[in-house]
């Protein structure tokens, strides 16, 4: 299977990325190792991959990579490590299907982002796609709230979780283009691992003492979701819009929670499946009517 032929079949590409990413918080709630430690050592674990690859294959390009176009890499590398913590965080404190269903509102922050920062427009149908969708989350948060005030925090960290990967996929569209995708994956995979590694020593979390299980599932975690997803989702993003990638990431939510409630007998609420179904139908139809526009 060549170059070419994954880039006239980008988008079915990415639907195999999005499967990929749903096993993330399974694989989460399967290692008991702080949040920090599992961005850590996921990193550590997929960017030699692509340090190899970038430094074997791809010298000349590297060396030509402008600092504009570092800095791009830098912050794209630094939201996508902010996005891993609060997300990783949330599933400490709350449920698989609250976590999921509350990240995917992604599109909304890609939304609110584009039209408030990057004066862009957008009409009154996807405006009201996006309320619908904060409604949503309000009935979930609120019913989370009413269980739990920890439940709540973990809402939180996930909604948190939906702003920094809306930051990460629009800077990935705009730097991207122009750089050659494994040395783009790589520049983000060291500067994510190096924002963990700072915070690693900042905040004293232990480097080593944690379970062999714990090792295992994070390994796992950076061969089908680091590498099958973010990696691939970076590279998507040179042949598809930022907009349609977070769209089809809706996909997540069905799958983790499908697998939760098998694993974990974590089984949603009633209140839960209306909230997410509101939210799903709100970013579906903003989805839908929100105008063309380069992301």
């Not at 990193?43 to 176009?69: D, E, G, H």
């Not at 990057?118 to 009201?128: E, F, H």
Request: aromatic share 14%; net charge positive; charged share 10%.
């Amino acid at each position: 299977m060549n170059s070419s032929f994954l880039q006239k079949n980008v988008n079915i590409v990415v639907v195999f990325a999005v499967i990929a990413a749903s096993f993330s918080p399974i694989f989460t709630k399967l290692t008991g190792a702080p949040p920090i430690a599992i961005g850590f050592y996921r990193l550590s674990i997929a960017m030699p991959i692509f340090a190899v690859i970038s430094f074997s294959k791809y010298r000349s390009a590297l060396k030509a990579v402008t600092a504009a176009q570092l800095l791009g890499a830098a912050l794209a590398g630094v939201l996508l490590a902010g996005h891993f913590f609060s997300w990783f965080t949330s599933l400490r404190h709350t449920s698989v299907a609250s976590a999921s269903v509350l990240s995917m509102t992604h599109p909304i922050m890609v939304l609110f982002i584009s039209v408030f920062l990057l004066k862009k427009r957008t009409n009154a149908k996807a405006i009201a796609g996006v309320l619908l969708a904060f409604v949503g989350s309000i009935i979930i948060s609120g019913n989370d709230y009413a269980l739990s005030q920890e439940a709540l925090i973990g809402d939180l960290m996930a909604v948190l979780s939906a702003l920094f990967l809306g930051l990460y996929y629009l800077a990935g569209n705009k730097y991207r283009k122009d750089i050659n995708a494994s040395i783009y994956v790589f520049l983000v995979f060291f500067f994510c691992w190096l924002s963990f590694l700072v915070c690693m020593l900042a905040t004293k979390t232990p480097f080593l003492g944690y379970t062999k299980s714990d090792y295992f599932w994070i390994f796992v975690m950076a061969i089908v979701c680091q590498i099958g997803a973010h990696a691939v989702f970076n590279w998507c993003l040179a042949y598809t819009s930022a907009l349609y990638i977070s769209t089809l990431e809706n996909l997540e939510t069905f799958i983790s929670t499908a697998f939760a409630a098998l694993i974990f007998a974590e089984i949603p609420t009633a209140v839960q499946i209306l909230g997410a179904s509101i939210i799903v139908v709100g970013v579906i139809y903003y989805s839908k009517n929100e105008e063309k526009r380069d992301v």
